[in-house]
């Protein structure tokens, strides 16, 4: 079956420090891919995604490239500020006819001033 | 649009009593997901539905748990008799599905069973 795997967190960085979260997937087909982002007692939210090999999503000076050779969708940030700490899910969707998402258990990343 | 709407946000119940939570999509979206957070076992599907259909279940942890879509703008999730072991951050999802469709959550309930 379909699965994501994520770093376990929580990742802890000082303002400005660079960031990598990184997740992996396992799937059959194409799926599409996704990162969500959960602030302090809210829902997710979709961050960004890409839908096909090589297409990179970006948002919020984040981003991701999806590489179908390595299967993975690792989350980039090149300085981070205190108001990204957060739990970041990774996510797909599209195989074997289902579009029902399929969640990591989520990273909780902590920035510090 | 508002977006998903859920309520209550809190719930603080006792051991036994009946729990009904509540969830309002997005108008137009067609599937509908309750999902179950907690810090043990991360994000869980419990039940989608399709059309005001339910289509899977499985995720659905005990015959305590219940849910239905009257229609296409009203969820309930039933929880009855509740445990401690309920307590948890409950998510309502809605979507239309497809090729990069996103999944809309609301903010949650906080369930505590005490």
């Known amino acids: 079956g379909n699965s994501v795997t994520q770093m376990e967190g929580p990742v802890t960085l000082s303002e400005e420090a660079f960031l990598t979260i990184n997740c992996t997937y396992t799937a059959t087909g194409y799926p599409s891919l996704f990162w969500y982002v959960q602030y302090p007692g809210e829902g997710l939210q979709l961050l960004l995604k890409a839908t096909k090999a090589d297409d990179k999503g970006s948002n919020k000076g984040f981003e991701a490239t999806y590489r179908k050779e390595t299967t993975s969708f690792h989350l980039e940030k090149g300085s981070v500020q205190v108001s990204d700490s957060a739990v970041y899910f990774c996510?797909?969707?599209?195989?074997?006819?289902?579009?029902?998402?399929?969640f990591g258990r989520g990273t909780s990343l902590i920035v510090h001033p | 649009d508002a977006g998903v709407i859920q309520s209550p946000r809190h719930e603080v119940t006792e051991m036994g009593q009946e729990v009904t939570l509540r969830c309002k999509p997005i108008?137009?979206?067609?599937?509908l997901f309750w999902y179950r957070q907690t810090m043990m076992r991360g994000l869980e599907l419990l039940i989608y539905f399709n059309n005001n259909v339910p289509i899977d279940d499985s995720g659905m942890p005990e015959d305590r748990f219940s849910a239905k879509m009257p229609n296409a703008s009203f969820s309930t999730l039933k929880i009855q008799p509740s445990e401690p072991r309920d307590s948890a951050v409950y998510f309502c999802?809605?979507?239309?599905?497809?090729?990069?469709?996103?999944?809309?959550f609301g903010q949650g309930t906080r369930l505590t069973v005490v």
């Open positions: 108008s137009g979206h067609d599937y």
């Open positions: 999802a809605s979507s239309v599905l497809g090729v990069g469709a996103e999944a809309f």
């Open positions: 996510a797909l969707s599209g195989t074997g006819g289902s579009y029902i998402p399929t």
